[in-house]
């Protein structure tokens, strides 16, 4: 079956601009994640929804990160006023139930951003 | 503050060989543990894990061995092919929030055929 699809795959956009990441889950997941890969560094864990509501934002870096996941489907992850730091690959990943030990995150191929 | 350590950047084998990939926490709150694969343009791969209660798992090739009081873990590949380069991730999470996800900075594996 399809797997976890991120789009674009890279967008490049200037300092201040508006910019909005797609993925789309596997079908029938209910638990959707996004991580940041900065260069050289691991993924970091964003934000957590479960269904529609996002159970854990704690890794958003700051109110210019914004996602919303309306359908309990496809999630955006919304970026304000881009900064050079926000140069990244952008993860998504999805999992059958979330939450637990053996559900297993299946992640995209990620989104880069560069912001020049 | 780096969590989950993988010292070593980079690892080169030989087709045959073993590859002994080596990952270090610091906190003691992570009661379980994953390594996930990654090719490049693609997203990680979940490949193997193993829960804290255990000292090692294993799937065909791959074990994970862990030491919890060395706050230590490896990922053995026996034998490595030249399909298996790739950089390999180890990451971990605790039972407070299961779904989250701490990784460490890859390794990177080159089997060489």
């Known amino acids: 079956g399809a797997g976890v699809s991120q789009t674009p795959s890279n967008k490049v956009t200037e300092k201040g601009k508006y910019v909005e990441l797609r993925c789309d889950p596997i079908s029938g997941h209910t638990a959707l994640y996004w991580y940041r890969q900065s260069l050289g560094q691991g993924p970091e864990f964003l934000i957590y929804f479960q269904g529609t509501g996002a159970a854990d934002d704690s890794g958003l870096p700051n109110d210019r990160f914004f996602a919303v996941r309306p359908e309990g489907s496809v999630s955006t992850l919304k970026i304000q006023r881009t900064e050079r730091g926000d140069s990244a690959v952008y993860l998504c990943?999805?999992?059958?139930?979330?939450?637990?030990?053996?559900?297993?995150?299946?992640f995209g191929p990620g989104t880069r951003l560069t912001v020049l | 503050d780096q969590q989950v350590k993988q010292n070593s950047p980079s690892l080169s084998v030989q087709e045959g060989r073993i590859s002994i990939l080596n990952c270090d926490y610091t906190n003691s709150m992570f009661d379980y543990f994953l390594w996930y694969k990654k090719y490049p343009a693609e997203g990680p791969t979940f490949l193997i894990s193993i829960s804290s209660i255990k000292d090692k798992n294993e799937d065909g090739r791959f074990t994970v061995f862990l030491n919890k009081s060395a706050k230590h873990l490896s990922l053995h590949i026996v034998p490595s092919q030249p399909g298996d380069s790739a950089v390999y991730f180890c990451?971990?999470?605790?039972?407070?929030?299961?779904?989250?996800?701490?990784f460490g900075k890859g390794t990177l594996l080159t089997v060489n055929p």
């Open positions: 990451a971990a999470n605790s039972g407070g929030s299961n779904y989250k996800l701490t």
């Open positions: 990943a999805s999992s059958l139930m979330g939450g637990g030990r053996v559900d297993t995150q299946y």
